[in-house]
């Protein structure tokens, strides 16, 4: 590793979060040690690296802990500087618009997509899936220009911090379509996010990081099945 960097990364295995540290890590070719947390018996060294939220992922730097995962990306970006492709633009107002964008990924698009999943009633469940379909529209338009419309990256040429933002989600995301039936990314609406989740998906280092998608799915009906379960015994209460 460059400079003799120690670098141990808090996570657990299934946070679309903590793939973000894990598709920046192997964007620039940097090995580290990967500690998988129980979250429901947090280790004491989470819970001091991060004490405000006490969530993964946490990445240590020689000893000096960084939370949260956009937060991280960036972190990486400017701490490895000059070590593998970067992914922020050099130009400050491009810089700002991937920002941007990578921002709303988590505010629009994943807020309404979770909401839909945990909604109590199918019309609130279908106005968050709604909410989730305006959100992806809008990155469908995002992408057009940020990859000047040739069907490359939010990065242009290369993968950039929306596409990390975006693209740690891509194993969920199949996981819902797989689920659901219902396509997040349909080829006949988003054909330029639907080709983007293709191209992404055969990066080195997507492959390297990303979720198996069946166990993801495996992970969301048990945590679905345990959640009824819970709410079922808290009505005969």
């Avoid at 040690?33 to 006490?54: A, G, I, W």
């Amino acid at each position: 590793m460059a400079g003799g960097d120690e670098l141990k990364l808090l996570g657990s295995w299934a946070s679309p979060f903590v793939t973000r540290a894990k598709l920046a890590l192997a964007l620039k070719g940097l090995s580290y040690e990967d500690v998988e947390e129980d979250l429901q018996n947090k280790s004491e060294l989470l819970l001091s690296s991060n004490p405000v939220h006490k969530k993964v992922p946490v990445l240590i730097h020689n000893g000096v802990p960084v939370c949260e995962s956009m937060l991280i990306v960036q972190y990486i970006d400017e701490a490895f500087a000059g070590t593998g492709p970067s992914v922020l633009p050099a130009d400050p107002y491009e810089r700002a618009i991937a920002r941007f964008w990578a921002a709303y990924v988590d505010d629009k698009l994943v807020a309404s997509w979770v909401k839909s999943s945990k909604s109590n009633t199918e019309e609130d469940k279908a106005e968050a899936m709604k909410q989730t379909f305006v959100a992806v529209e809008a990155l469908e338009g995002a992408l057009r220009e940020c990859s000047k419309g040739e069907g490359g990256f939010f990065g242009g040429d290369s993968v950039g911090l929306v596409d990390i933002s975006l693209g740690s989600l891509l194993s969920w995301l199949r996981a819902t379509e797989q689920m659901s039936g219902t396509k997040i990314f349909d080829p006949a609406k988003t054909p330029l996010l639907a080709a983007w989740m293709e191209r992404f998906g055969e990066l080195e280092a997507a492959k390297a990081v990303l979720q198996d998608v069946d166990r993801v799915v495996e992970y969301a009906m048990k945590k679905a099945h345990a959640a009824a379960a819970a709410a079922a015994a808290d009505n005969q209460n």
